[in-house]
């Protein structure tokens, strides 16, 4: 995982804008996928981590098609960027694209361990533990079989022993922060040391000594200038101080801890420093004042991702203990039944078999090696027990007779064997061609379904539409394993807001590339162009297409709508596709220009706009003529235009939401057994 420290010297030196200039000037794919990486990694260290994400899936465009360690190293800087932002659930899609992309690399696999790591970590972040587990095993077993000894080792010992803690198992959890301990330690690893340190601090009983070892641990930190994990032993000495009776200064240093977390900016761990505060005051009886804190941790945990349910789960208890003190029996129960509802269910007897069960079928693999070796010890040993038994009670004549039996036996054996083989051989030559053939269309299949992560992960755009709407929906579904649809959406600094949905040609991979192009496009168009104008957008295009295409004769390109809101004013330019607003019942439909994004057989025209007031409330829906042109129902005939509005206004009383399952369920029965004709993008948001 990507480390939030002071940036290198060599980033320093090397400025924004330089790294900028440097990339532009760039002819080698390889380059300048290196110092796209570099403006990435120089967004994270100055924790804005949306342009870091952005720069990243840049670097990912940048990258030589077939050079999947390349490949491996943005998704996995995406999936980082990710968790640094919180986002957990992108979090882990990129990490399990960045695995499949190590693999098809062969690279390090100190790479692939930590890459295992941290996606078993965003599962812990979800509460989901036996998850976790698997990939911390799976890292585990690289480690191991490698005979790696990073630091990254000694932090999957934390991990593994923290999903122990989390199911109340601290006698497994303490083995593994005191095999943390011991590695830091072995390998002069000081954080690592430290980590074990104050992780083991909850196996001691004596809060002086708990104390004692959370203080020494904070000092090594110090040291090192970690304000991160400073913030965490703040609080964790604070936690120590509470439990030694010495309250005041619990408070001066979870205090302490509040100010470093609100620094770093982990909204996850800001509530949990809050609710920990909060705890405290009621301690020390100031009911009143740990209100505040228990409010604002509440607000923080159901905006984030990052173990929300744990940190509900703590600050619902919290407020149960606060109103039980002050006797307000009625409250207390209502939080105390919101805070088992956030308990996390994984703390159940099966759950926790399960990760037993994980651990222990791990030790059983890692050892499988050497039991069946003393497998075959002791048989070989128990033979010769009874040979020697043999040799002292039989007679020389009974032993050749033995031996002759036994010759005739392998003989047969032999010539039966050969009669075998030779029966068998037309048959395994015939099984082997029909692999060579499966493998080589196996091949072929799973490089699509790789293209198609590739493509997904770039043109992704629903984190962008929810940044900007709250209530949306987004249905896309690929006629083959790649789509020739895409949709995309940026939201500008002066805060106009466009959305894009496109209809390349073709579909499979011929109509992935243009979709991928043609979001390439847009980026260069909108983010680093800074055009704003739906039909100037729609002509630079065009431009961009065809100039990329360098066809003449060909129709190929793609059909485009381009919206963008600012204020009450919506405008709106169309390359063979129309857009809906729906208000009050009635479908009001705009109409785009009849004619392509790309090469067209009759004279081009410059692309129009049209403008409309929009009112708060009014949905608007965006989309490809997939879902139109699809034949089925009763009749086999296609599902059109006029039947996708009626069905639009027989639901527009629900949620976006539930707006896109009914609309992708009425797809698949109108579909019923027939094959999808095209590809399907259709997207729709409330004003």
Same mark, same amino acid.
């Given at each position: 995982?990507?480390?939030?420290?002071?940036?290198?010297?060599?980033?320093?030196?090397?400025?924004?804008?330089?790294?900028?200039?440097?990339?532009?000037?760039?002819?080698?794919?390889?380059?300048?996928?290196?110092?796209?990486?570099?403006?990435?990694?120089?967004?994270?260290?100055?924790?804005?981590?949306?342009? @870091?994400?952005?720069?990243?899936?840049?670097?990912?465009?940048?990258?030589?098609?077939?050079?999947?360690?390349?490949?491996?190293?943005?998704?996995? @800087?995406?999936?980082?960027?990710?968790?640094?932002?919180?986002?957990?659930?992108?979090?882990?899609?990129?990490?399990?694209? %960045?695995?499949?992309?190590?693999?098809?690399?062969?690279?390090?696999?100190?790479?692939?361990?930590?890459?295992?790591?941290?996606?078993?970590?965003?599962?812990?972040?979800?509460?989901?533990?036996?998850?976790?587990?698997?990939?911390?095993?799976?890292?585990?077993?690289? #480690?191991?079989?490698?005979?790696?000894?990073?630091?990254?080792?000694?932090?999957?010992? $934390?991990?593994?022993?923290?999903?122990?803690?989390?199911?109340?198992?601290?006698?497994?959890?303490?083995?593994?922060? $005191?095999?943390?301990?011991?590695?830091?330690?072995?390998?002069?690893?000081?954080?690592?040391?430290?980590?074990?340190?104050?992780?083991?601090?909850?196996?001691?009983?004596?809060?002086?000594?708990?104390?004692?070892?959370?203080?020494?641990?904070?000092?090594?930190?110090?040291?090192?200038?970690?304000?991160?994990?400073?913030?965490?032993?703040?609080?964790?000495?604070?936690?120590?101080?509470?439990?030694?009776?010495?309250?005041?200064?619990?408070? =001066?240093?979870?205090?302490?801890?509040?100010?470093?977390?609100?620094?770093?900016?982990?909204?996850?761990?800001?509530?949990?420093?809050?609710?920990?505060?909060?705890?405290?005051?009621?301690?020390?009886?100031?009911?009143?004042?740990?209100?505040?804190? #228990?409010?604002?941790?509440?607000?923080?945990?159901?905006?984030?991702?990052?173990?929300?349910?744990?940190?509900?789960?703590?600050?619902?208890?919290?407020?149960?203990?606060? $109103?039980?003190?002050?006797?307000?029996?009625?409250?207390?129960?209502?939080?105390?039944?919101?805070?088992?509802?956030?308990?996390?269910?994984?703390?159940?007897?099966?759950?926790?078999?399960?990760?037993?069960?994980?651990?222990? %079928?791990?030790?059983?693999?890692?050892?499988?090696?050497?039991?069946?070796?003393?497998?075959?010890?002791?048989?070989?040993?128990?033979?010769?027990?009874?040979?020697?038994?043999?040799?002292?009670?039989?007679?020389?004549? %009974?032993?050749?007779?033995?031996?002759?039996?036994?010759?005739?036996?392998?003989?047969?054996?032999?010539?039966?064997?050969?009669?075998?083989?030779?029966?068998?051989?037309?048959?395994?030559?015939?099984?082997?061609?029909? &692999?060579?053939?499966?493998?080589?269309?196996?091949?072929?299949?799973?490089?699509? =379904?790789?293209?198609?992560?590739?493509?997904?992960?770039?043109?992704?755009?629903?984190?962008?539409?929810?940044?900007?709407?709250?209530?949306?929906?987004? #249905?896309?579904?690929?006629?083959?394993?790649?789509?020739?649809?895409?949709?995309?959406? $940026?939201?500008?600094?002066?805060?106009?807001?466009?959305?894009? =949905? @496109?209809?390349?040609?073709?579909?499979?991979?011929?109509?992935?590339?243009?979709?991928?192009?043609?979001?390439?496009?847009?980026?260069?168009? =909108?983010?680093?162009?800074?055009?704003?104008?739906?039909?100037?957008?729609?002509?630079?295009?065009?431009?961009?297409?065809?100039?990329?295409?360098?066809?003449?004769?060909?129709?190929?390109?793609?059909?485009?709508?381009?919206?963008?809101?600012?204020?009450?004013?919506?405008?709106?330019?169309? @390359?063979?596709?129309?857009?809906?607003?729906?208000?009050?019942?009635?479908?009001?439909?705009?109409?785009?220009?009849?004619?392509?994004?790309?090469?067209?057989?009759?004279?081009?025209?410059?692309?129009?706009?049209?403008?409309?007031?929009?009112?708060?409330?009014?949905?608007?829906?965006?989309?490809?003529?997939?879902?139109?042109?699809?034949?089925?129902?009763?009749?086999?005939?296609?599902?059109?235009?006029?039947?996708?509005?009626?069905?639009?206004?027989?639901?527009?009383?629900?949620?976006?939401?539930?707006?896109?399952?009914?609309?992708?369920?009425?797809?698949?029965?109108?579909?019923?057994?027939?094959?999808?004709?095209?590809? &399907?993008?259709?997207?729709?948001?409330? &004003?």
């Amino acid at each position: 995982m990507l480390v939030l420290s002071p940036f290198t010297h060599q980033a320093k030196a090397n400025t924004l804008d330089s790294l900028q200039k440097v990339q532009k000037s760039q002819v080698d794919r390889k380059e300048r996928f290196e110092t796209q990486f570099q403006i990435g990694t120089y967004y994270l260290q100055e924790n804005k981590f949306d342009s @870091a994400i952005f720069a990243y899936k840049r670097s990912l465009e940048i990258s030589p098609k077939n050079d999947f360690a390349l490949q491996a190293k943005a998704l996995d @800087a995406i999936a980082d960027a990710n968790m640094y932002n919180e986002q957990i659930l992108e979090a882990a899609t990129y990490y399990d694209l %960045a695995i499949i992309a190590y693999k098809k690399a062969d690279s390090d696999p100190a790479a692939l361990a930590d890459c295992y790591m941290h996606y078993g970590r965003s599962y812990y972040g979800q509460a989901q533990y036996d998850s976790a587990m698997t990939y911390y095993m799976e890292a585990k077993k690289i #480690f191991d079989q490698e005979e790696i000894k990073t630091p990254q080792y000694g932090y999957l010992l $934390h991990y593994i022993g923290s999903v122990f803690k989390r199911q109340k198992q601290m006698q497994e959890a303490c083995e593994y922060y $005191h095999l943390e301990i011991e590695f830091g330690k072995e390998n002069e690893y000081d954080e690592v040391y430290a980590e074990g340190l104050y992780l083991a601090a909850d196996c001691i009983d004596d809060p002086k000594e708990q104390l004692a070892q959370n203080i020494k641990a904070f000092r090594i930190y110090e040291q090192k200038g970690n304000e991160r994990m400073m913030g965490l032993m703040y609080g964790n000495v604070a936690l120590s101080y509470q439990d030694y009776g010495m309250l005041d200064s619990a408070f =001066v240093w979870q205090k302490k801890a509040l100010e470093l977390k609100r620094k770093a900016g982990s909204q996850s761990s800001i509530s949990g420093s809050l609710t920990q505060i909060g705890n405290l005051l009621v301690v020390m009886k100031n009911y009143s004042a740990a209100i505040p804190y #228990f409010r604002e941790a509440e607000e923080l945990a159901q905006q984030v991702e990052l173990k929300r349910y744990i940190r509900l789960e703590e600050v619902y208890f919290g407020f149960y203990n606060l $109103h039980y003190q002050t006797k307000n029996y009625r409250e207390a129960c209502e939080y105390l039944q919101l805070h088992y509802l956030y308990k996390d269910s994984s703390q159940s007897l099966n759950h926790q078999n399960e990760i037993r069960e994980m651990e222990l %079928a791990y030790q059983t693999e890692k050892n499988e090696a050497e039991i069946e070796l003393l497998k075959r010890d002791n048989s070989l040993k128990e033979k010769e027990k009874k040979v020697a038994e043999m040799e002292a009670n039989s007679e020389s004549r %009974a032993k050749k007779l033995f031996l002759i039996a036994g010759i005739v036996v392998l003989l047969l054996g032999i010539l039966a064997l050969f009669k075998f083989l030779e029966s068998q051989k037309r048959k395994k030559i015939i099984e082997y061609q029909k &692999v060579v053939v499966e493998e080589k269309n196996k091949d072929i299949t799973d490089s699509i =379904v790789y293209a198609s992560t590739i493509q997904q992960a770039i043109i992704r755009s629903q984190d962008n539409i929810r940044e900007m709407f709250k209530d949306f929906f987004v #249905f896309y579904k690929a006629r083959d394993i790649v789509s020739g649809d895409f949709y995309w959406a $940026h939201e500008t600094e002066d805060g106009k807001k466009l959305v894009v =949905v @496109a209809d390349c040609t073709g579909h499979g991979v011929p109509g992935a590339m243009m979709s991928m192009l043609g979001s390439a496009f847009l980026n260069e168009i =909108v983010i680093e162009r800074k055009e704003r104008a739906p039909d100037q957008i729609l002509n630079r295009m065009r431009e961009q297409v065809k100039r990329a295409l360098d066809k003449e004769g060909t129709n190929d390109g793609m059909d485009m709508a381009v919206c963008c809101i600012e204020g009450d004013t919506m405008t709106f330019a169309g @390359a063979n596709l129309p857009l809906y607003v729906l208000r009050e019942n009635e479908i009001h439909v705009l109409k785009g220009n009849k004619q392509p994004v790309g090469n067209f057989a009759s004279e081009e025209k410059p692309f129009e706009s049209q403008e409309m007031v929009v009112q708060k409330g009014d949905l608007v829906y965006l989309f490809s003529d997939g879902f139109a042109d699809q034949f089925g129902g009763p009749k086999g005939k296609k599902y059109k235009y006029q039947t996708l509005r009626k069905k639009l206004l027989d639901i527009c009383s629900n949620s976006l939401s539930d707006q896109g399952k009914l609309l992708r369920s009425e797809f698949e029965m109108w579909k019923g057994d027939m094959e999808q004709v095209d590809d &399907v993008c259709m997207l729709g948001f409330k &004003v």
